[in-house]
């Protein structure tokens, strides 16, 4: 029987031993099914090197056995024990500035630390060896949110080793990086460092490629402790839950192959019905990356706070029934189920106000009246955990992109490639139409349209990827510094956007970036943030810009090649502008919305299976809706034919 | 015969040796009677180690005695000379990124060296054999405004001591500090460290241990040089000058036990009228300390600014009168004089532009002509050194909570405890409520009313004796925060405000801090920066929240508790209302202005001693006032009977 | 015959062979007569150390001479190759936090390190040695932008024997820079340490004195290669381009005598007309520099950006003309030419979207063609290069009272001498007045008209000079602050401004710097950032406060001395009110503006030689204007008789 995950992050070992009694009771009342257990264990693992405490752990996971509460079991080398840092100096991370950081907050470690690497294998060996049969077990949680950066002279080391592996010769990686820039031709491997502090601006190829490697390295540290559970679980799912945000040193892309289910945490930071958007676009965005996974089309929502967001340097508390919405909404786009960190709030530590299902008043609280009557409502959609989301359109999100517009010399420091990638996906959300977000640009034949926002880096191999696809009926549109630069950095000389030049059937010559303030005329209307001089070579102009010194040039256009068809636009259009665009291509590529006529702000996603569908349909708006759809409604059981009526922040779950 | 000190910092070893006999006669000119000297003479006392050069020192203390000067004589710890980083470069101070701090400033050394430790104690203990005896010799000013942490190993070794005197054993810290959140548990002593640089987000419970432990280890470096010097000079008053402000890791209530005379530095950051409130509240503040001192009701103002008041990037000059007018306040709150930094100003050095009676220009300036007129006020009002404030009305204002609720991890990054201690001294100063700032929860049967801003701390024993106050009589007025975690910062579970939700009889379960340009609405106005869902729980709504989610909610309570009563805030009431509220409590408690009928922006406070009393007028506004009064006036020398008119910007002081 | 230099830096080691040859192509038809080499080819010069590989520049440097176009070849100093820095770590510099920075940008060297002036002087000798016949050797461009400073222990060692040498013994050190205060009295010389990290506020004279020490530390490097340069081709022009900036530690007023002809870097920070003044002020001070080079009065223009403006942290791409106005414009006052960075746009590093005069578009696009039509206007008026400007006016910028004010114990955070001087010039250049800016204030009998715009740091020298140049009849301006300390940075007491009191004829007691809002009435208008309490002492007031405490006392004041005048401006008057004030004093010293009747925006500037004089006239408004003129204007090759008509941006040169 199909079922929806419900549950969060447990951590019984922050309470008295009688609490565990009370937090199972209380699971039970709300229909808890799956606890995360052990995520920041270690010093309570492994209280002294090689010395092993499980007594403890034993008797939290045959509880939640005993009470039919499966467990999702971390290995919890994301925070090393205090001993760690104290018998192993090396081990503990270098910031860009030499500083060697100290134990005291979490993730204290250097990936590339050969003392690191063991103890890690060490306890997650000894969890398998102690939890692989146990009844509980049904996920293996390794780490958390793996995002450390490190600058020691081991990582040093490793990053040399990652680059000759990546190049073959210096000369490859000379060319690359462009040594010739600024004297910095390698003359010997020794000679290269991390990007660390330097007098003036760093080589940006250096900076994306210590990025690209800390992935990698990273990367190798998970698996590593995969393939020890796997081997000793072959039935239990390994995953890792991963974290969003331009700091993180991690191509998810890549890492969607290694996991057996795509797991995101989600903290979106505005309070307003943004939220709703951001949280939409993380959804897809690990729908994207779970196409590459080889489980499962499904991904899962590891973590999400209950009941606060933070924004503006402040915690926002939710409005009541808005909890339950979000975690529908993200079961709605593919989530296997709505998971929250955490379930009991702390009564210190750094997060101690973080919220949670059971808050510091107690379960006699508003919130977990909330939890339990959310975990009803996953109960009563549990079938359509069967149906997968099924989109036509994408767009592209590529998170080295992401890092290399973030370099300090380029035209703009306000190009952002995540807030173009999410600019798109918002004027396709807002008109209802469902979008993957894809990371990678292989496999496109799935869709009829594809977004580039801003897809700076570009190899031969993707160009060459989108060109076919096009040519066999693809509807692209890529906007401005897409494909200007190839993979390393490098600029695509001979006019901009170099690699998709030809497919779009244009050559922009000069940048005239725009200020927070400035626009720029078009005949109708505006563009923001960036404008160009672009002359047509093949393409014709669908908007052209109108006064300035572009005053007349192209600003938007379309380019037919085979049986489709490629638009550039070279400015940020604004929201509503944009939004008609994308509907009119979306149009011509044969994409409508999910659900024609529901209102704005009413989200409508399906889940099919088969010819079985469930629409669910989210109100968050402040007045009630009314949408047309048919089949019983699985919140209220009740037959639904021709319309449903949707409160206000509420949400109805159609099977179809 | 009663006097009131007037003088200030005095470094005559930046100058030549002429210019002594000029400021000593201007001293004269100036009725100046105390100067405080050497106070960073360090590398001129003892320009090498162990060599002293005490010659000029005698020079200057025998002209000032033989013209009647008085010295605070420091010991001039505060800055070692060149000399001494060069000889112990492990007692130069490290700052949390492991950065050794280099000489060239002051305040370089690190209070836990061994070195450091010695130098002092060997230079204090010279300055006190050579002038045990020494006619101008009237206190002992020990080191300058203590305010130094470091983060190196030996600090680090001797926070684990302090940390093994508090806790005795590891279970009682892992307990207090809550390390089983993410993985900080200690397993040895020695894994513990200073909150050094580190990946995330800090344990607060160990960032405010370390603030403690900073403020007992100065501490004890106080009382090594204190101990010395009461024992050569058992008559002369020890003290140390105070420096306010949220970076310092001084827990000044603990100080004032050790201190023979609260002192404090005064420096407002307010141009306009805020300074005057500022200044009350530091007083008010110093007073409450004084309560704790073994030795005396009374204060000492040891530094401010003569002429400058330092605001929003650059030097405010006072306008003509306001000097005094300042002085004549900070002795109506019951200090013992007026001091300044500084007499003369330098030349050269950090602060070169700072204020000082005799300016850049010399003495033929505005500021030295008042210099000389503010001597001639003092020494007519002299008499009322005798008298002492007595304030019935106390707001309490508790560094640790200050400290706490300056971590990362909470609610809202706008919570200052020192802002809502001033707050609420400022609604009470506006209404002509004279009010103790008081440091701790002891000794509370003075008060007959007590308001709590912020009290984030609390352990029970605090709790408990507010509980019996009230229930004698008491009236308590507890805002938001007050009372939410116990004296390690650990939450109290079960509803906010934990120890407090009894005694308010009420409950809180969720906080919605709001935004600078938020407001939550009242039945009438409004309340900013937070607000909160509650439920009474024996309380009655005074304030009811309106509009939002908060609507009907209670916003405001009282709880009548024994013969007294306990209000509760969840809001910051903007001062008009917060004033409204508190003069309503104070009606209840028998608390009334000092000064019936003084109009806003007079400032009226009284010193008394048995019979008589001093009533001090202070006319901060730009117009002519007059107050009801009767006695004499004793700057002008007249009688007053009936009323007396007060210039715009002046002052009265009537002997009643 | 005459020419003006033309060209830029030029990179072909960043390039296949093959673009060798279109890039000289491309520059014959640009009419490019000069290109600056090897600026950052240290690393593929000599890829190890002690290995020369000279083949390739030997190709480039035949090919460009075999194509009649001239080599600017540079030394490649500022960039040591990765192998510098892993062979000497203790060269690379440290910051004052004592963090050692890496390779990986450019400039990672420490100029007191022995290691690295070895390594720069070999390079500087093989360079020397291998092309010192070479027919395309036409100047010596060492190193580039020198700028770095360095806070090592070897910076420490070689600052401690320069202050040995500038003080002699110790206490003339103590005594200049005020050790007495905050007790840093020295003791010995191993005491002093370069400014490093430290607790508070720093000595301002040792501050001072280190960026004085670090200008003479790059300069020793610097003549260390001219030296060698000069000796091997006695014929060469040695020269380095100066970069401008707050921040740059090097006193170029004492460069300029060291070099053949100055050399400037400049790159305006302000999109608009604001690029244009200055540009102007860059062009005045760089002839004002030239007056102590000992080779030649006119300077060049080493490196601008052909085609943008970075500013408020984007690019803004010029507008069509301007690249070409603007050339004329530095030309017009007293360029050898127009030299960009750079002639072809890179693919990477980090400076990869530079504008360039081939850009990443290639050569069919608006920029080269623009860059051939300047070629040819730069031909038609080659024979002004003999000319000469000839300024009656002058501002005085001085970078040590630059580098003063940036201490943060000043009476405002918002002083800024470069602001203040070219706040007076801008004044000036908007009235038509040209005026040399001078970094020096001796040899002043060329001038008629002097301002002195805050130059805090005076001499008595100094001081001696002006008040002999006055009373010979000069009319100086001088504006707050000037004259206030002397060249240690002590104030001079009794009264400021010290050093001018006297010419000046008044006495200042107070400052009362101003807010950003805020503004000081004057009897009409109002002064910004600034005002003063002043009594006349000898002077008249010209102009008086209105309002405030400072109501009816002077603001402005003039003081008749000998056969001149001074002014004393004690508050910022706005552009207007300044220029009306400014041009009052020009025309009392018989000081006009160039061309009189230019209108508002169109720039008016004189090459002379002999009886010949060239007038250029450059438009820098949106509109077409008409000036009085009489000659040959070059560009057109038309005759001008009694008016010329400039278009909209362009420019004319009128051979008179």
């Not at 951590?11 to 709300?30: C, G, H, I, S, T």
């Not at 379930?343 to 299902?357: C, I, K, T, Y």
């Not at 048919?630 to 021709?642: D, P």
Request: charge should be negative; charged fraction near 20%; hydrophobic fraction near 45%.
């Amino acid at each position: 029987m199909p079922r929806l995950l419900y549950g969060g992050d447990y951590n019984p070992e922050q309470w008295p031993e009688e609490v565990l009694a009370e937090d199972v009771e209380l699971m039970r009342l709300a229909g808890v099914n799956l606890a995360t257990v052990g995520v920041f264990a270690w010093s309570r693992l492994e209280p002294a090197p090689g010395r092993y405490e499980f007594g403890w752990l034993d008797k939290v996971l045959d509880r939640l056995a005993g009470n039919g509460i499966s467990v999702a079991l971390a290995t919890p080398t994301a925070s090393p024990p205090p001993w760690f840092g104290l018998a192993h100096p090396e081990a503990l991370p270098v910031d860009q500035n030499g500083v060697r950081l100290s134990h005291g907050s979490r993730d204290t470690y250097c990936a590339s630390a050969p003392a690191y690497r063991e103890a890690a294998v060490a306890i997650a060996t000894a969890l398998a060896g102690r939890y692989r049969g146990h009844p509980a077990l049904a996920m293996w949680h390794v780490h958390n949110e793996y995002s450390s950066t490190c600058h020691c002279d081991l990582a040093a080391e490793a990053f040399r080793c990652w680059l000759r592996a990546r190049y073959g010769d210096l000369d490859a990686l000379n060319d690359a990086w462009t040594t010739a820039f600024w004297s910095q031709h390698y003359g010997d491997w020794a000679q290269i460092q991390p990007p660390r502090a330097t007098r003036y601006l760093p080589n940006p190829a250096q900076v994306l490629d210590f990025r690209r490697f800390t992935s990698d390295e990273l990367l190798a540290a998970y698996t590593a402790q995969r393939d020890i559970l796997r081997a000793a679980t072959p039935g239990v799912p390994v995953t890792t839950n991963f974290v969003l945000g331009g700091w993180v040193p991690v191509d998810h892309a890549r890492w969607a192959r290694e996991v057996d289910l795509v797991a995101i945490d989600h903290y979106p930071g505005d309070p307003g019905i943004g939220a709703e958007e951001e949280a939409a676009f993380a959804a897809d965005l690990a729908r994207g990356w779970a196409r590459h996974s080889p489980g499962r089309p499904d991904w899962l929502l590891m973590e999400t706070a209950p009941n606060l967001i933070y924004a503006a340097d402040r915690m926002h508390t939710k409005e009541p029934g808005r909890m339950a919405r979000q975690s529908l909404a993200a079961v709605a786009r593919g989530s296997a189920g709505a998971l929250f960190f955490q379930w009991r709030a702390p009564r210190g530590g750094a997060e101690l106000f973080h919220s949670a299902l059971v808050p510091h008043a107690g379960p006699d609280s508003r919130v977990f009246r909330e939890a339990v009557e959310l975990g009803g409502q996953l109960e009563r959609i549990a079938a359509s955990a069967e149906g997968a989301v099924r989109a036509r359109a994408a767009v592209a999100y590529d998170e080295p992109s992401a890092w290399a517009l973030q370099a300090p010399g380029l035209p703009s420091r306000r190009l952002d490639h995540l807030d173009e990638a999410r600019h798109a996906h918002r004027a396709l959300w807002r008109r209802g139409i469902v979008a993957d977000v894809i990371g990678t640009l292989g496999e496109l034949s799935a869709y009829a349209m594809i977004v580039l926002p801003g897809h700076y880096l570009m190899s031969d191999d993707q160009a060459g990827a989108l060109r076919s696809w096009v040519a066999a009926g693809g509807r692209l549109v890529a906007t401005f510094l897409s494909g200007v630069a190839d993979e390393y950095g490098r600029i695509r000389t001979g006019g901009y956007p170099g690699a998709l030049r030809d497919l779009l059937g244009v050559r922009v010559e000069e940048f005239h970036p725009l200020g927070p303030d400035e626009r720029a005329g078009l005949c109708s209307g505006s563009g923001e943030l960036w404008s160009e001089t672009m002359r047509l070579a093949g393409a014709t102009a669908v908007v052209r810009y109108a006064g300035g010194v572009l005053d007349g040039r192209p600003a938007v256009t379309r380019h037919a090649v085979g049986d489709g068809a490629a638009w550039y636009v070279s400015t940020r259009l604004p929201a509503d502008r944009y939004g008609g665009l994308l509907g009119a291509v979306a149009a011509e590529a044969g994409v409508g919305p999910e659900c024609e006529g529901a209102p704005p702000g009413v989200e409508a996603v399906r889940r099919r299976v088969g010819d079985r569908s469930w629409l669910f349909l989210l109100n968050h708006t402040g007045e009630d809706h009314e949408v047309r759809a048919a089949g019983v409604e699985l919140l209220s059981g009740k037959a639904v034919s021709g319309a449903v009526r949707i409160a206000a922040g509420g949400a109805a779950v159609i099977q179809e």
